[in-house]
């Protein structure tokens, strides 16, 4: 039962550097989600995908790129590494059906100096 | 613009006593919320739901209440358990809004500690 599957769990990047977030599902789900959460903030969510190849903004998209080229992979690629975006990463995947929850991965803790 | 407000950052609450957890939002378009649980280190949990045709949803020690007029949700945790201490977070959505995506708004989180 591996469910939602993020790596790497801890990063540190220096300005200006780029990276890809890794997150891998196995249950199948249709949709997946790619949120940032800052200290004493709640989840904000950067991307959105409801299918291999359909991808759209959430809130705060700036700065990160995303893509889905199969049901169960959504990488979040950051290009130009900003202080900004040291934050915990979460990746969340779910069935269409909008009563089904979303399940979340681990994390990634990301420092940007 | 905060369209779903956790007011309480922190609650602290002796064992066997009952935890109450509240959440405001704004949005009315909002008809389906959850409540996530998360320990240090890990991704959050879901642990229970409500929709907006409900005004109650129970499922063992947790119990979520829904005031659609008021825009306030609260989790009621009876009784609550040190294993209960974590960050816990509203969420809403709207389930109408199918071609969203089931996008959910989170909540700032409130730190429950259950004191044994």
């Known amino acids: 039962n591996a469910g939602v599957t993020q790596t790497p769990k801890f990063r540190i990047l220096k300005i200006g550097q780029s990276m890809t977030l890794q997150c891998t599902q196995d249950?199948?789900?249709?949709?997946m989600y790619w949120y940032r959460q800052d200290p004493g903030m709640g989840l904000k969510l950067i991307y959105y995908?409801?299918?291999?190849?359909?991808?759209d903004k959430g809130e705060v998209p700036n700065g990160y790129n995303v893509s889905r080229s199969t049901t169960e992979d959504f990488p979040l690629r950051l290009e130009l590494a900003a202080p900004s975006q040291t934050s915990v990463y979460f990746c969340?995947?779910?069935?269409?059906?909008?009563?089904?929850?979303?399940?979340f991965g681990d994390g990634t803790r990301l420092s940007i100096l | 613009d905060q369209q779903v407000k956790q007011n309480s950052p922190s609650l602290s609450v002796q064992e066997g006593r009952i935890s109450i957890l509240n959440c405001d939002y704004t949005?009315?378009?909002?008809?389906?919320f959850l409540w996530y649980k998360k320990y240090p280190a890990e991704g959050p949990t879901f642990l229970i739901s409500?929709?907006?045709?409900?005004d109650k949803n129970e499922d063992g020690r947790f119990t979520v209440f829904l005031n659609k007029s008021a825009k306030h949700l609260s989790l009621h945790i009876v009784p609550s358990q040190p294993g209960d201490s974590a960050v816990y977070f509203c969420?809403?959505?709207?389930?109408?809004?199918?071609?969203?995506?089931?996008?959910?708004?989170f909540g700032e989180g409130t730190q429950l500690t259950v004191n044994p």
């Open positions: 995908s409801v299918g291999a190849g359909i991808t």
């Open positions: 249950m199948n789900h249709n949709y």
């Open positions: 949005n009315s378009m909002f008809d389906y």
């Open positions: 969340a995947s779910s069935y269409p059906r909008g009563d089904q929850p979303q399940h």
């Open positions: 409500i929709s907006s045709i409900k």
């Open positions: 969420a809403a959505k709207g389930v109408r809004r199918e071609t969203s995506g089931s996008r959910l708004t």
